[in-house]
């Protein structure tokens, strides 16, 4: 019960989080799309750009944690948490589409470079560097581990990364005259965007397809519980994510008729999840305890 609360906590200070970022990132979208026709740059128009769809991302992460924290219904017995992956995956899609726009409208920029006012260029994505770096260290005091954040952070980390290259280009054509400075740098920005949202699309997967945790060796999980005295089999042993911070475990477990008689049912469920918070931090596990006597019901079963 603990965990839980800490988990809700964890949650609203997150949202807290979220709200502030908010507030920063569409504030410097507006100056950036300002500075950008204004100097005519194309990467200032792209960080303007990723930061509109930050604005829209961080708006659905706000709304999904909120869902997450709804009561499960009668049918909805795990409660709404996936709602913060579909959110971080809705995240990657938009993420990737952004990529291929910049890739293109760069390369053509390459060919075709426009002339850009370096001077005002420099100073509204020097505002954009400052805001964001302000955004991501506030978002990094997070410890929840939750994929919803890491996909807010993530895009604030590529508009950081996408006002420096800003900065650098025109300084650049401010210093050379090389126009081109400007579609090289919105370029840089769709390349160190497109590996973080592979990943946050990765991860986002990893959840929703119910594959293990990539930190949980259940080849180990199932050793440490077969070495509990009284085991003789563990079989059906499922792990999967509920959420960002929530890992989930299930297992039959065959157990001798002395271990029944001598700890009861409870006291081995107590033994076992002991096991799994104690060793591997799962505090959401299900066992089902069988007799070694019933052994032969639960084959006869299968084979049906």
């Known amino acids: 019960m603990g965990h839980d609360h800490g988990h809700a906590a964890g949650r609203a200070e997150d949202r807290s989080r979220l709200r502030f970022v908010l507030a920063v990132t569409a504030t410097v979208m507006v100056v950036e799309l300002v500075g950008a026709w204004l100097a005519g740059s194309l990467a200032l128009l792209a960080d303007a750009g990723h930061m509109a769809t930050d604005v829209a991302a961080i708006v659905l992460a706000l709304g999904a944690s909120y869902v997450a924290t709804l009561p499960g219904g009668p049918r909805s017995t795990f409660g709404y948490h996936r709602a913060e992956i579909l959110a971080a995956l809705l995240n990657a899609l938009v993420l990737l589409v952004l990529c291929g726009y910049l890739l293109y409208a760069g390369i053509g920029r390459l060919a075709d470079p426009a002339d850009v006012d370096a001077g005002p260029m420099i100073a509204f ?41 800003a900065v650098l280009a025109g300084i650049v054509i401010l210093t050379t005259g090389w126009h081109q400075a400007d579609a090289v740098a919105s370029l840089l920005i769709a390349v160190l965007i497109l590996p973080r949202s592979l990943v946050l699309l990765r991860d986002s997967a990893v959840v929703l397809l119910e594959i293990a945790p990539h930190d949980l060796d259940l080849a180990e999980v199932e050793r440490h519980l077969r070495a509990m005295p009284g085991v003789v089999d563990v079989h059906d042993l499922h792990a999967w994510t509920i959420t960002s911070g929530i890992p989930s475990l299930s297992a039959h477990v065959t157990v001798t008729d002395e271990a029944l008689d001598e700890h009861g049912v409870g ?36 084979a049906h």
């Open 267 to 302: 006291g081995i469920l107590d033994r076992l999840c002991a096991c799994t918070v104690d060793d591997f931090g799962v505090r959401h596990a299900t066992f089902q305890v069988e007799p070694v006597s019933h052994r032969e019901h639960e084959d006869l079963g299968e």
């Open 125 to 165: 994505a020097a505002v954009g560097l400052v805001a964001n770096g302000v955004s991501m260290l506030v978002l990094s005091r997070s410890e929840t581990g939750s994929l919803n954040l890491r996909g807010a952070a993530t895009e604030v980390l590529g508009d950081l990364l996408g006002s420096l290259l």
